[in-house]
């Protein structure tokens, strides 16, 4: 069954450092998405991706957020200029067409800045 | 409370029993739905419900949408210890159909 496979599966980075986290979402999935998941705490939406642009974006995906495709099977997730609190678990996710449908989830990227 | 909260915040249940978890919400939704989360692991959509529909069912799981109250119920039926996960309600939106998600149910099935 295809799935959403994400890597690093865990990433330490320090202070004020780039970051990538990497996807590779379902072949045939139109829209693509981030989120964050502070430890115990609820999912939070980062930014959703069709067509190859940005279509929603939540107000924690500021500057220091990027996102990008740059072939035709990874969607990237860049930090430029990591803070502690960006410390949580991201995922990425795809779904078949729209954003409201059921999203499948990769197992996740658990970043530590120190 | 905020846009997709789930009660109770944890639940823990002998193997056998029922388990219902509720989810509220304030805004108009285009469709609700359910995901599992087993600790440190990714999330797995359970089941999807529009704002049309009332009952659902996949399963052991069987999902009520009462659009009038704004809140919806996810029942496991004669659970397992592998149902032992956090369970998590999100929202689509009509505006936008973004998902905003519930702060989740921690459910704990002792053997």
């Known amino acids: 069954e295809p799935e959403v496979t994400q890597t690093p599966s865990h990433q330490v980075t320090q202070m004020g450092q780039e970051v990538i986290l990497r996807c590779v979402p379902i072949?045939?999935?139109?829209?693509f998405y981030w989120y964050r998941q502070i430890l115990g705490q609820k999912v939070e939406f980062l930014v959703s991706?069709?067509?190859?642009?940005?279509?929603?974006k939540s107000e924690i995906f500021d500057d220091q957020f990027s996102v990008e495709r740059p072939d035709g099977s990874n969607f990237t997730l860049k930090i430029r200029s990591t803070k502690l609190e960006d410390s949580a678990m991201y995922f990425c996710a795809s779904s078949v067409w729209r954003q409201g449908d059921e999203q499948y989830f990769g197992p996740g990227t658990r970043l530590t800045v120190t | 409370s905020q846009q997709g909260e789930e009660d109770p915040q944890a639940l823990s249940i002998q193997e056998g029993e029922n388990a219902t978890m509720n989810c509220s919400y304030k805004?108009?939704?285009?469709?609700l739905q359910w995901y599992r989360q087993n600790s440190g692991r990714g999330l797995v959509h359970l089941i999807l419900i529009r704002s049309n529909e009332r009952e659902k069912h996949s399963g052991r799981l069987r999902v009520t949408l009462d659009t009038s109250k704004k809140s919806s119920s996810l029942l496991i039926t004669a659970s397992r210890a592998a149902d032992t996960a956090s369970y998590f309600c999100?929202?689509?939106?009509?505006?936008?159909?973004?998902?905003?998600w519930g702060a989740g149910t921690k459910l704990i099935i002792k053997p």
């Open positions: 072949s045939n999935h139109l829209y």
């Open positions: 999100a929202t689509a939106m009509d505006s936008n159909y973004q998902l905003i």
């Open positions: 991706f069709y067509n190859n642009e940005i279509s929603e």
């Open positions: 805004t108009s939704i285009n469709n």
